[in-house]
């Protein structure tokens, strides 16, 4: 079974993007992304998962939980702003409608029911990780520090700007040998061009994965809309050309009760995270804030 999905090959019926567990291969992370258009309706019924509603490139999203409607502002586009989104229980029934644009839902089978919850843009911890050319930034959704009203779910984006790296120094969540930490992680991309708000088809980046006994060594060309499924083994760098900025939504989730985002570095790379020290953070991040794009200069 292929790790890699480029765009258009999770497409089935009305979901751009459908994972399930039983697509990858695994026991928890999922996600659906959706097209919206005026007039569409689409509802999913979460029998055994919670969910992470996250608008990409939709405004004026209307999402109805059991019967209670949210109005979620969204945005132009992932490179535009910081969006707002919403927690959905576990067994609930979710309708989604509005305008034109993409809309991600994220899932991971759970049992305990938490209740809904509607978090405003103005809310989510943008935090600007790294430095030099390993600058990101990572909005941090429904992560164990951010948001703890879910059983398993953890979703964050991540932001790299043009010419630098991402997912680095190389780290997995496998729960092999002495990794403690057992995490399925989806990467779902969307490759900006300049100053544009979201994906463009003319983007390009890459993306780097390797398993512990060697059997995976793969580094793959990524398109905007592009899906990899990382169930095991190290990960990074993920590089955004200089012209390319690139986004991610990651979607994580495993078997542990407490929820974590916790990972093993590749220790012949771990250094890497001490020369941040002596290297300042690219001016360029902070990228978006619940405000829109941050100007530089």
Known sequence: MSWFHPSGSLRNGEADVLVTPEIAGWAYSGLQVFTLSPGSVVTVELTGEEGVIVPLSAREVRVTVDGEEFALAGRDGVFASVSDWLYAPVGSTVTLAGAAGDIALCTARASEVHPVAHIAAAGVPVEVRGAGRSTRQVTNIATPESFSGAHRINVCEVITPGGNWSSWPPHRHDGIGDCMVTNE??????????????????????????????SVDETVTLHDGDVYLVPEGYHGPSVAPPEYPMYFLNVLAGPGEDRTMAFCDDPEHHWIRESWNEQAPDPRLPWTTAAGRRKVG
């Open 185 to 214: 992680e989806i990467y779902y991309f969307r490759i900006g061009r300049e100053e544009g708000p979201h994906g463009d088809a003319a983007g390009q980046g890459l993306f780097h994965v390797y398993t512990v006994d060697g």
